[in-house]
């Protein structure tokens, strides 16, 4: 597994290579946006950590321009505590999770593994999180053996997350892929419809497996985490 870390700050950049490559994982450190993109352009990393003020190019460019290259690596955004407005526009324009700066090394070990075990994108057959199965052809949901009945639109919902498992969504996202809304829509019926969902998939004390990742968006993930 080959990480690419893109960070500017020596002293981060120095412990990210050191504790990374101590978990076992090869690391290429960029310092600045221009080399990062040089690197993600070069190689096909398994993840990319990504700093947002860079020099040169800031880690939003280097996303967008990545991304409109088709490069496909899961990518982890290291953003400011306040910067809400970069996370929201990091997940818009392609960013996979995002980690706040400080941040616990041990949390940026679990953000990358969950990043890695995120199967690659498929286009039919069974989706599953945990004990909730979709099988996308069928048009069939079952959770604990449990058929759940959907609308239409539930099931797009649904399924959109279940391709992204451990993935947080932006409202905007969830709009553009499962509405076709323009971007000036109003964003609160994706809470709606995220409402209509939990009551239809949790009952009993199911635990939850839709999370509200605050000012953000939403998860589909079987671990319990604090946002
Ligand atoms: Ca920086």
């Known amino acids: 597994m080959r990480i690419l870390v893109v960070e500017d700050e020596a002293g981060v950049a120095g412990f990210l290579e050191q504790g990374l490559k101590e978990s076992g994982y090869a690391v290429d450190v960029a310092r600045d946006g221009a080399d990062g993109l040089e690197y993600a352009l070069a190689y096909e990393y398994d993840v990319i950590v990504l700093d947002i003020m860079l020099?040169?190019?800031?880690?939003?460019?280097?996303?967008?321009?990545v991304r409109s290259r088709r490069v496909k690596s899961p990518v982890l955004l290291l953003t400011a505590r306040d910067g809400v407005d970069d996370r929201v526009r990091g997940l818009d324009v392609g960013a996979d999770d995002y980690l706040v700066k400080p941040f616990a090394f041990p949390e940026l070990l679990a953000?990358?593994?969950?990043?890695?075990?995120?199967?690659?994108?498929?286009?039919?057959?069974?989706?599953?999180?945990?004990?909730?199965?979709?099988?996308?052809?069928?048009?069939?949901?079952?959770?604990?053996?449990?058929l759940i009945e959907l609308s239409p639109r539930e099931f797009a919902l649904l399924e959109l997350l279940l391709r992204h498992p451990n993935q947080v969504l932006s409202r905007t996202q969830i709009l553009e892929r499962v509405?076709?809304?323009?971007?000036y829509s109003d964003t609160n019926v994706v809470d709606v419809y995220i409402g209509y969902l939990r009551r239809k998939l949790d009952r009993?004390?199911?635990?939850?497996?839709?999370?509200?990742?605050?000012?953000?968006?939403?998860?589909?993930?079987?671990?319990?985490?604090?946002?």
Do not use: C
């Open 204 to 227: 009993g004390g199911d635990p939850p497996l839709i999370h509200t990742v605050r000012g953000v968006g939403f998860r589909l993930s079987g671990d319990v985490r604090d946002e």
């Open 55 to 65: 020099p040169k190019m800031n880690g939003l460019e280097l996303l967008r321009e």
């Open 179 to 183: 509405w076709n809304f323009d971007y």
């Open 111 to 146: 953000r990358i593994r969950a990043l890695l075990r995120r199967p690659p994108l498929q286009t039919g057959g069974t989706l599953q999180m945990g004990d909730l199965e979709m099988d996308a052809a069928k048009r069939e949901v079952r959770r604990g053996g449990r």
